[in-house]
């Protein structure tokens, strides 16, 4: 199994930029699909992004896309999530997520993944 922690969250003010970070196991990290899911306060979670096992694969959710990226180092091994021009309805607790696939997952429940860790809160406002 693939032990995630998420770090690298905190207080941001609309328009500003955080960088989220998630460190994994090593072993057979290179092998699992990576995700991003968040969870706003009373809402059901939503699907952020997700990178292919490589890194030469990446897909964003609409609300995100050319705002937020996705990217891994194998080697380290660490995931991360770049997160710029950041709104308000950003805020929530943030996933990061593992799963062996077939191909790059979109889904926000986070029982579809194999491993998930605990959280960490991003909260954007004035």
């Known amino acids: 199994q693939v032990q995630l922690v998420e770090s690298g969250g905190g207080l941001v003010q609309p328009g500003g930029s955080l960088r989220l970070s998630c460190a994994a196991s090593?072993?057979?990290?290179?092998?699992?699909?990576m995700s991003w899911v968040r969870q706003a306060p009373g809402k059901g979670p939503e699907w952020v992004s997700s990178?292919?096992?490589?890194?030469?694969?990446?897909r964003y959710a609409d609300s995100v896309k050319g705002r937020f990226t996705i990217s891994r180092d194998n080697a380290k091994p660490m995931l991360y999530l770049q997160m710029n021009s950041l709104k308000p309805e950003d805020t929530a607790l943030y996933y990061c997520a593992s799963v062996r696939a077939l191909k790059i997952p979109t889904s926000s429940n986070l029982y579809e993944y194999d491993s998930w860790g605990q959280g960490t809160q991003v909260t954007v406002s004035s």
């Open positions: 990178i292919n096992p490589d890194g030469g694969t990446t």
């Open positions: 090593r072993f057979t990290f290179s092998t699992y699909y």
